[in-house]
């Protein structure tokens, strides 16, 4: 708990006062965003873009005691005016849980692709390591010891990523594992943090839209902020903008890895196996070579799991650990694989341009010659650049494709279809089927022996995102051993 006073004092550090009328004694005992989650002595914040005033009030009804807010209400209520509320929400959610991060051994990552799959494996490495289950904060989970529960977000808001880095500090968990996106940054949600480690995998175009980032530059200097924001930095040698990116860790602990040995680390002798790969970890800088093998299929799978064995070994992680972190490791949504009569159906969550470029790369390799029908579409109302990305790489790749939902938002599903058929040049090709259900169905039962069906986009997830809220979804594994009769 923190007093208003304490408030008043960082926001005007700040610079984000507009104007008050509040008492300083004031105790803060709780702080929040959603008026459905208020306690006694709340201080709340007036945020968002689907933000109504009546959630003020409801707020007050149940013991909200302060308010803060880019303008002012007409309410009886102790109030301060900000000029920026993400800002501000982020400086006040870190003294309340009191800097909690300074105190964990945190690993942020950040990229266009990968992840949640690198994520995924450094905390089951991690695991392995501590003979325990340590913190995660990923797209898919969030687990810090107590809290244990799907994400929608990358990126908690600022008051959750507190909330959770304290959970974590108080149940004992040294290593937390991050997600960190572009729009953490841009959004003020890491605002003031500082992390142990940060992992920046590769940076692809992306998130372009007037609700994200008015253009690549601004995306690729979010993502940056990641790198700046932390003491040890881990970065992929072959991604674009790597000199950008490294002229950005002077005085830090900086670490290469790679697909050849210009990187400090990098994987050689690839093997393929029938549920994933073996290959050779090198490190010319330390003296290294040692044989690892993962359970997940997608040759750029062996990259994220060379990021996650680089960074493991600088924090002290013996290879025993890495190498059953790494066989433990599946990832939901993500290069899921199911084959029954012939038919092989790849699930994988695969939503932009370089995502789709490594996907089909990598089906390309170990799928030769096989016919190629895909299923998927383009997010409503943000990122409009993927809709030339899968025109021009999905449908480019397919034999056949099946154009549907994904996330639509407050756009109409067709319209967006359409927009995708702008840039596909053998438009006969696709099918416009509305309901991403039927869509799935329909390949399926249409696939012949021999057919790989690709579906993209939705991963595990099993909703659909509509006019700012969430539709039930069957989910496109669910579907698939459905129809399959699994």
Avoid: W
């Avoid at 949640?116 to 340590?134: P, R």
């Avoid at 994988?348 to 789709?356: I, K, T, V």
Wanted: hydrophobic share 35%; aromatic share 10%; net charge negative.
């Amino acid at each position: 708990m923190i007093t208003v006073e304490k408030v008043i004092e960082i926001l005007e550090k700040e610079k984000l006062i507009k104007s008050k009328n509040c008492k300083g004694d004031t105790l803060i005992e709780f702080i929040s965003y959603d008026s459905r989650s208020i306690k006694p002595n709340t201080m709340f914040f007036c945020k968002g873009e689907h933000y109504k005033p009546e959630y003020l009030e409801q707020a007050i009804s149940k013991g909200a005691n302060i308010y803060v807010s880019e303008e002012k209400y007409d309410v009886d209520l102790q109030y301060i005016i900000v000029s920026d509320i993400q800002k501000a929400m982020a400086v006040i959610a870190l003294e309340f849980y009191d800097y909690p991060f300074r105190d964990i051994e945190t690993i942020g990552i950040t990229g266009t692709k990968g992840k949640t799959t690198v994520s995924c494996f450094i905390k089951n490495i991690l695991d392995e390591y501590t003979n325990s289950k340590t913190a995660l904060i990923s797209t898919i989970k969030y687990y810090t010891g107590t809290t244990d529960e799907l994400a929608h977000n990358t990126t908690p808001e600022a008051i959750e990523l507190e909330r959770l880095f304290y959970e974590t500090k108080q149940n004992g968990c040294k290593y937390l594992t991050m997600e960190v996106s572009s729009q953490g940054y841009k959004r003020d949600r890491v605002y003031g943090v500082e992390f142990k480690n940060a992992i920046f995998l590769n940076i692809g175009e992306d998130h372009i839209s007037n609700a994200e980032h008015p253009n690549f530059e601004d995306y690729l200097q979010c993502k940056i902020q990641l790198v700046k924001n932390s003491r040890r930095v881990l970065i992929n040698k072959n991604t674009d903008y790597f000199d950008a990116i490294y002229s950005e860790c002077k005085d830090k602990e900086v670490i290469t890895y790679g697909t050849d040995a210009s990187a400090d680390y990098y994987f050689e002798n690839v093997e393929k196996t029938k549920s994933g790969f073996k290959f050779d970890v090198v490190s010319k800088v330390d003296n290294y070579k040692q044989n690892f093998e993962i359970n997940i299929l997608g040759r750029f799978n062996i990259e994220n799991a060379l990021a996650a064995i680089t960074i493991s070994k600088k924090l002290g992680v013996d290879d025993q650990s890495i190498k059953k972190g790494l066989l433990k490791t599946s990832v939901q949504g993500r290069m899921n694989i199911i084959e029954k009569d012939g038919i092989t159906v790849i699930i994988d969550y695969a939503h932009n341009e370089l995502s789709y470029r490594k996907l089909y790369e990598s089906i390309k390799l170990d799928y030769p010659n096989r016919r190629i029908v895909s299923v998927g579409g383009s997010h409503g109302s943000k990122a409009y650049n993927r809709r030339k990305a899968f025109g021009e790489i999905v449908v480019g790749n397919s034999d056949y494709v099946y154009l549907s939902a994904l996330d639509p938002q407050d756009e109409d599903v067709e319209s967006i279809c359409k927009d995708i058929l702008l840039y596909v040049e053998d438009k006969s090709k696709c099918e416009i089927v509305i309901d991403r259900k039927d869509a799935v169905e329909k390949a399926i039962a249409n696939a012949k022996s021999g057919d790989v069906i690709v579906l993209v986009g939705k991963g595990e997830e099993n909703y659909q995102k509509v006019h700012g809220g969430l539709e039930k979804y069957e989910t496109d594994m669910a579907i698939t051993k459905r129809m399959l009769k699994i």
